[in-house]
C-alpha cells in the first residue's frame, strides 16, 4: 500500500469538498445525474493528475449519460477548482464510477435476506 503524505491528504479531501460542490450546484449539463457524489480522489504527488471516484445512484445508462456529462465538463470543473484552491498546478482529472456504494447496498440487502426469519417470506 502506497504512503500518502499528509499534504496529499489533505489536498485530496479539499478537491473532494469543492468537486462535489461544482456538481451539485454549477453543473447545468442534463446528462449529470443528481443523485452524483464524489466517494473519493487520489492525487498524483506532482499534482499533475487526478482521478476523481463518483458514485452515481441508478441504471447503467444514468451512470454512462452521468460519465459522459462530467468529461465534457472537465475543463468547466477544472478552471473552478483553480479559482477556488490555490495550487501551483491544477491537475488534469479524470472521472472513474466508483460502485462500491451500489455494491454495498446488494450486500446490505442480501445479509437482510439470509437472516430472515423463516416464516416471514
Known amino acids: 500500500m502506497k504512503k500518502r ?4 491528504i489533505k489536498i485530496n479531501e479539499e478537491i473532494r469538498k ?3 460542490f461544482l456538481i451539485n450546484n454549477s453543473l447545468k449539463d442534463p446528462r449529470v445525474n443528481r443523485m452524483t457524489s464524489v466517494v473519493s480522489v487520489d492525487t498524483t504527488p506532482d499534482l499533475k493528475y487526478c482521478k ?6 441508478g ?13 465534457r465538463s472537465t475543463g468547466f ?3 473552478e477548482l483553480a479559482k477556488r484552491i490555490n495550487l ?3 491537475p488534469e482529472l479524470t ?3 466508483d460502485q462500491s456504494i451500489e455494491y454495498g447496498m446488494n450486500m446490505s440487502k442480501l445479509i ?9 417470506e
Open 5 to 8: 503524505s499528509n499534504r496529499i
Open 18 to 20: 469543492e468537486i462535489s
Open 52 to 57: 476523481i471516484f463518483v458514485s452515481v445512484l
Open 59 to 71: 441504471d447503467v445508462k444514468s451512470q454512462e449519460d452521468t460519465l459522459e456529462g462530467l468529461n
Open 77 to 79: 470543473i477544472r478552471n
Open 88 to 90: 501551483r498546478n491544477t
Open 95 to 97: 472521472f472513474v464510477v
Open 112 to 120: 437482510d435476506e439470509v437472516n430472515k426469519p423463516k416464516g416471514e
